[in-house]
């Protein structure tokens, strides 16, 4: 079976267009002959990528993430490069015929492929248990709660019966002792002493779906023990960079346009109860960093739901900080009467559930509201506290509706008066200015470049441009002195021998060095002169030659210091005094 040849690869390429496919994924915006977007590679607060319908392809100037669409589909999907041109194929109706994609195989990683292993098998056992009659009170408790079998099965929930069932599973399945201690589901002793007794059992997953760890639940009010018992930080399980859910909502929210950040899992699924599915939750830790890229990578709108209660609004608090810092926009949920998702649910059905995650308040609302809670309405030194704190929270708005919206609010909380606001507002500089965007192009950012790398870079540029360059420099140069340079002239040179035009996007996918294509990206991107001519062309070569010569000479000198030869050094010095006079 034929092999996808480089030529298919070019069609199914061109057969799309960058920007919409990116589109599809981040929101656009257009400035001058480029569409820029926030970075989803690094925590972006200001557009840094650019997407150049022109070139076909994206760059961020921060992080320096660029390449084709193809490369822009498996960084941000994190699939491979054959299943983003599988997925590109599709979107442009390219036909592939019965060309074959050789799946590349992650390599998997010896040291933590059995735990993962082992988690599976666990998962297979506990949901098997879930239909024994031995779970038949862990069962009724389930339908209590309105977990219906379909709720069962999406999130894979199961039973862990009052017996030690794992360690000869594992054993059977030829894992050593060992190895079943080291996964923290069986815990050492002489028996081999089962983590999980007698509780209702949610997997965890990471965020490609593989199984890393569980909860289990208590279902007896005669149970004493904690009610979820976690499992334990490991190689495979970091609460850090476990959201409960993420693996399975990332079509949800892209169709809603937003994740939704809850506090723990049975939130995830009160809220699935009620059709709402683009839900996940923080695994009983604060906020990480980490957790924050993760969402990025999904969605740039988040609506936040803690728990009602003191510690949860303190940690919403926390959480909304970070989460403004890193850009997002942020509405918060907070349920009545600190009930919990499925608490409301319970007492005032799926309808309102949706209003309240339809209508979330915004994060100001939110901060607003919670100093307001703090003080002492009667105590005119803590209105006039919250009246300054207030203005200063307004100060960084730049929407003037916004302003005037919170103003309003103000008045009504504080008490003062619609202009000692606008006063106090007034000695405010504005703060928060938006930030121009301002790619930090190469050549603003790299001065140090000597002028024979420069001259290398630009005639790079020009030899991408137009082939008669390449041409040009193939016949009197040849030669670059940085090896990056160098292997991206052969390439250039390689990629006219097949085509007269040259399409950046296509050269790089010919290319699997990431630093060479790097290279290729920052040097396309260079703000130069459209046109040139075949003696600024020239002028490059000479510079280019000039180097060579130098660091000939300096060969020269240095092999002349290491012989002790009179004739080999009056010999070395005439070739370095004829090099000399060619300059
Ligand atoms: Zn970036």
Known sequence: MPRLSQEKINEIRQSVDIVEVIGNYLPLERKGRNYIALCPFHNDSHPSMSVSPEKQIFMCFVCHHGGNVFTFLQEYLKISYLEAVKMVAQMGNVDLGDFTFYEEKKPVNKKTEPFYLMHEEANRIYKHYLSTKLALEAKNYLTQRELSQD????????????????????????????????????????????????????????????????SGRIYRSSQKEAKYMNSPESSIFIKGDTLYNYHRVKESVRDAGKIIVLEGFMDVIALYKAGIKNAVAIMGTALTSNHLRMLKRLSNDVVLCLDGDQAGKNAMMKCIDAMALAGFNIGVVVIPDQMDPDEFLKAKGKDELNALFKNPQSAIDFKMSYHYERINVENYED???????????????????????????????????????????SQKPHEKQPIPFQPITYDQSTKMIDKYQKAERNLLYYMMQNKSYAMQYEAKAGYMYDKINRLIASYIIDYYRQYVVLEIADLISMIDDDEIVKRILEISSQHLPKETSNQAIDDYIKIIQEKMEVERIKQLESEMAQTYDPRQQAKILQEIINSKEKE
């Open 151 to 214: 709720i069962i099965d999406h999130f894979e929930i199961g039973y862990a019966p009052d017996q030690n069932i794992l360690l000869s599973a594992f054993e059977k399945s030829g894992f050593t002792k060992m190895q079943a201690y080291a996964s923290g589901l069986v815990i050492e002793s002489q028996v081999g002493y089962d983590r999980y007794h007698d509780r209702i059992m949610f997997p965890l997953h990471n965020s490609e779906g593989r199984v890393v760890g569980f």
């Open 383 to 425: 209105r006039k506290k919250y009246l300054e704190s207030m203005v200063e929270m307004i100060a960084t708005l730049d929407d003037l509706v916004d302003r005037d919206y919170y103003i309003e609010q103000l008045v009504k909380k504080s008490g003062f008066s619609k202009e000692i606001i606008y006063q106090l507002l």
